[in-house]
């Protein structure tokens, strides 16, 4: 039945390409054509008046040799790096555990998913006023209140990845939570039965069992994090000085407070290019794109 | 009258939608307003920044003429900080620019003047005589360029001024300090007496570049800044900017502003409590910062603790002691593509000055540029704050404009980069110049 070629004109096996049309449309509208632009305006001079002039390959060796903008983007790897390191194991943890059908579990982990409500601007402001060095909950707490979380250099960074994993751990809990659930019980049950215990069973079933999700979570981080500053624009505006400007940042203060959008949409299309080639790299190296099934055996 | 600054943390949703705007190059009208510029005989826009205080007063000014006047109607739409510059620079010289524009005056009118958006106002002036004569020279020339006239003041003066607690510097025995040696003596008595001698909201470096400012401008008078924004005499590499800069140092080695000043924001009332509150001695600080305490503390302000002087003289400096810094006023400019000019041209001339929107800013705590208001200063409240202001502007030699805004915006910041990092130790006065020269 299924041999009949893909132009079929009785519509059972597949929906005509017209379906595909409203979000061709509006990923053509919204990604491909903004993208196309800012590929244009990297080669140009714009501080927004008039039109762009075309300005050659400038910018682009003007970012060659940009000290600024290498420093943001190692700080960005470092960021990627080490938020991956603390949000997957405590999202897998937390998504496994919540995947139980115990009624308490559902209650608690509905508490830990309160993250995913709020906006990033709210969350961002309330860590501010929490880590406050004159005003902050933590200077009244004995242990914390040593520390000036936001404002010394050597350990904003980390302040910084704290919240960012309090922000997006949730997201990436219900992704694991989720994948848990579709784990077949007959898995535990034998291997209960062979004799492997709490941990073996972890290790050797729920983990291998996640991978594609941990794939999943994995690309997400590492998109997200070459495109999203929201969360540090306001916790620490990329400061003190440059300590926490990440290159999404350099690349918003560099369009929209210096006006330079010729070379800002430069630094766009490194990070656009460097964020889907690291995605694709992931991908590819992990063999997600087989899409082998997860179950065998099940 | 609560700071432009205000709204500069909180954009960030509004960010990614301007981010789709500026994209399209644009294409977007102001929030909430019947879109377009206005043809012939439609209703004019004017753009201006948001503020709970004053939006009110404007609004109210813009009504009374459209009643008035038969030349036509005017609308407010009002922004954000960042959005508003955003959006006016993509919007302005398309079809969707306002008539009627706000502005800072200064390099930041200018980059709007070199690309031909910006109406000369001289003739109307010229004209106008009286109209001239109503202002104080000092701030109509805030948005003057090669001698023509590009804005008219539309709101009050904010030069930067030190405020102190008086409570804490009697505690430690400090005077009010004249000179700069009188400030750094303080500082260490402030120390001694186990006080943050200085409150400084360092998370955003505009409140640093105050300091810079004065410095600068005491040190080198106003002609060596000058040399700077345009760019000739040695630009940054002028000597009196690393003497300026090596005093500043001084000032935070010694502790001038504690340890804790880079996580301290504004916008969250930090440095303006720190100050309230007794744990500091003095705060530099934009004019809005009385309304600011005697809104947020008015307890404080009330029991007379609140004390406010010039910044300190420096001996032998080149600058004259009665020289301000900070927002010169902010401007109404009109633009070279508008429908509406007639009608822009009478608001400009009869709105500005009309006595109602002059009592009206008076009684929001403003100090409007215009001459002759110092009596109806001293009857309105806060009348020894306001006059002081007053008297201060009048007086002064040199208004200077905040750096941020007399800059080119790409210079403005990369400066502001390099002076957080300057106050973070993380660059020397010598670098400081080195990298912003080159």
Known sequence: ?298 | MTSQRLTRVGVSASTLVLLASVAACGSSGPSGSGGGGGGEGGTGQVWALQDTTLNPIEEASIERFNEQSEAGDFELATFGNDPYKQRLRTAIGSPQAPDLFFNWGGGNLKEYVDAGTVEDLTPLLDENPELRDAFLPSVLAGAELDGKNYGLPMRGMQPVVLFYNKSVLDAAGVEVPETWDDLLAAVDQLKAANVTPIALAGNQAWTELMWAEYLLDRVGGPQVFQNIRDGVEGDWSQPEVLEAMTMLKELIDRGGFGTEFASVGYDVGGASTILAQGDAGFHLMGSWEFVNQLGQSPDFVEAGDLGWAPFPAVTGGEGDPSNLVGNVSNFYSLTADSENKEAAEEFLSTALTDETYIDDLIAAGDVPPVTGVREKLEEAENSEYTTFIYDQTVDAENFQLSWDQDLQADEATEMLEQLSLFFLGEQTPQGFVDALSD
């Open chain 1, 1 to 298: 039945m299924s041999s009949r070629g893909s132009s079929t004109q009785t519509g059972q096996q597949r929906p005509s390409a017209w379906y595909a049309a409203p979000a061709v449309l509006f990923f053509g509208l919204f990604a491909v054509v903004p993208m196309l632009l800012v590929v244009y305006l990297s080669f140009t001079d714009w501080d927004g008046f008039g039109f762009p002039q075309p300005s050659g390959a400038g910018n682009w060796s003007r970012l060659a040799g940009d000290g600024e903008a290498r420093d943001a983007l190692v700080l960005t790897l470092v960021f990627m790096v080490l938020s991956w390191l603390v949000q997957t194991p405590v999202a897998l943890l937390i998504g496994v555990w919540a995947a139980g059908r115990q009624r308490n579990r559902a209650i608690l982990s509905s508490l830990f998913f309160l993250p995913l409500l709020l906006s990033t601007a709210a969350i961002a402001l309330l860590w501010r006023s929490v880590l406050d060095p004159n005003f902050g909950v933590t200077q009244s707490l004995p242990f914390l209140g040593q520390f000036n979380f936001l404002g010394d250099t050597s350990i904003v960074i980390y302040t910084v990845i704290f919240v960012i994993t309090w922000q997006y751990v949730p997201f990436h809990t219900l992704l694991y939570q989720a994948a848990a659930r579709t784990i077949p019980a007959s898995l535990y049950e034998a291997a209960t039965i062979d004799g492997a215990g709490r941990y073996k069973q972890f290790f050797q079933i729920t983990v291998p069992l996640l991978r594609y999700t941990i794939i999943t979570s994995t690309v997400l981080m590492v998109v997200g994090s070459f495109t999203t500053f929201d969360t540090v624009l306001i916790l620490t505006g990329g400061g003190p000085g440059t300590t926490t400007r990440i290159a999404p940042l350099y690349m918003y203060i560099t369009g929209f407070s210096a006006f330079e959008f010729g070379y800002a949409s430069a630094i766009a299309v490194l990070l656009l290019a460097l964020g889907a080639g690291l995605s694709l790299l992931v991908t590819k190296a992990t063999g997600f794109r087989d899409m082998n099934s997860q179950q065998e055996g099940a």
